[in-house]
């Protein structure tokens, strides 16, 4: 499984530390968007926010209204350069919701131009990319920003420099501010 984050969790961590979140995260992320989300069983590579004295994991705590999962698109190894995103218990990025295929889409990394592919498996549900229904044609190449939709189900791919800036919207939101953070 990827390592996921809450985007409250990495919104407090962006207005902690700016920039230095950026460098500790290079990489792409795929964020599934606000709605009537479950969280996926706890695992220890995601991160929900901690109580008590013990810091003992709450995973109700995650389920605050209008939070986001955020997946954490590190490169896979060059063995296998995929990830399965889909709600099989054995996928990378588990999407749990009965409208989502146990195996819905693939995600491949192509480490000559850094980038990633998105293709469907072969008994995906409904699925759209960019608002309209997924290209038959083959894989089609996310640029920061595309929206995919997987059954009922969104999600968004941000670059880094895309994800910083979702960060500071964010925390803007929060402060009350519409303008980039430190201005």
């Known amino acids: 499984m990827a390592k996921a984050y809450l985007l409250t969790y990495l919104t407090r961590q962006f207005f902690l530390s700016g920039a230095a979140l950026g460098a500790k995260h ?4 795929l964020v599934w968007e606000p709605g ?5 069983a706890y695992d220890e590579r995601t991160v929900l926010p901690r109580k008590g004295a013990e810091g003992e994991v709450d995973p ?3 389920l605050s209204k209008g939070d986001a999962l955020c997946f954490s698109l ?23 919701d009965g409208t989502v295929s146990r195996e819905h ?15 469907l498996t072969s008994q995906s549900k409904a699925t759209t990319y960019r608002g ?4 038959s044609s083959g894989p089609v190449g996310l640029r920061d920003g595309d929206s995919i ?25 929060q402060l009350g501010r519409t303008t980039r953070v430190g201005s």
């Open 26 to 29: 290079p990489h792409c992320w």
């Open 36 to 40: 009537s989300w479950k969280a996926p």
């Open 60 to 62: 109700s705590a995650a």
């Open 74 to 96: 590190n490169p896979p190894a060059a063995e296998r350069p995929w990830l399965r995103v889909g709600r099989a218990s054995e996928s990378e990025l588990v999407i749990n």
């Open 105 to 119: 889409l693939l995600l491949r990394f192509d480490p000559g131009s850094a980038s990633w592919r998105a293709e």
């Open 132 to 135: 309209a229904p997924f290209p």
């Open 149 to 173: 939709g997987l059954g009922e189900i969104s999600q968004s791919y941000h670059d880094s420099p895309g994800f910083i800036r979702r960060l500071e919207l964010e925390v803007g939101k």
